[in-house]
Nanobody, 127 residues
């Protein structure tokens, strides 16, 4: 599986960005997906996740109400709409996927629950 995340950039606080994650898989609907981010000097943290159908989504408390995750299985792409961005949202954003047939050993907010990762896209929010 190859994942390519893009759409990052520099934005002022209060602004918006839309990230995309394109997956090179035959059937994207067989994969749950998530976004994580990592700020300089910090550990990677969970941001948002989405079920294989898109019918279930989950968010970290820090982004809930400001970010919206979605997916288009026909295009094998996941999105993250980020609104009302804050300086603390700055970091490298990674997309990750896990096949739905894999054993669910870790919770969906744990990075270990995902086997394949993209290279990341930088998001910088200025104050």
């Amino acid at each position: 599986v190859q994942l390519q995340a893009f759409g990052g950039g520099l934005v002022e606080a209060g602004g918006s960005l839309r990230l995309s994650c394109a997956a090179s898989v035959r059937d994207f609907s067989r994969w749950k997906a998530a976004w994580f981010r990592q700020a300089p000097g910090e550990e990677r943290e969970f941001v948002s996740g989405i079920s294989w159908s898109g019918g279930r989504t989950w968010y970290s408390d820090s982004v809930n109400g400001r970010f919206t995750v979605s997916r288009d299985n026909a295009r094998s792409t996941m999105y993250l709409q980020m609104d009302n961005l804050k300086p603390e949202d700055t970091g490298v954003y990674f997309c990750a996927v896990e096949c739905i047939s894999a054993a669910a050993v870790f919770t969906d907010t744990n990075s270990k629950a995902y086997s394949d990762w993209g290279q990341g896209t930088q998001v910088t929010v200025s104050s």
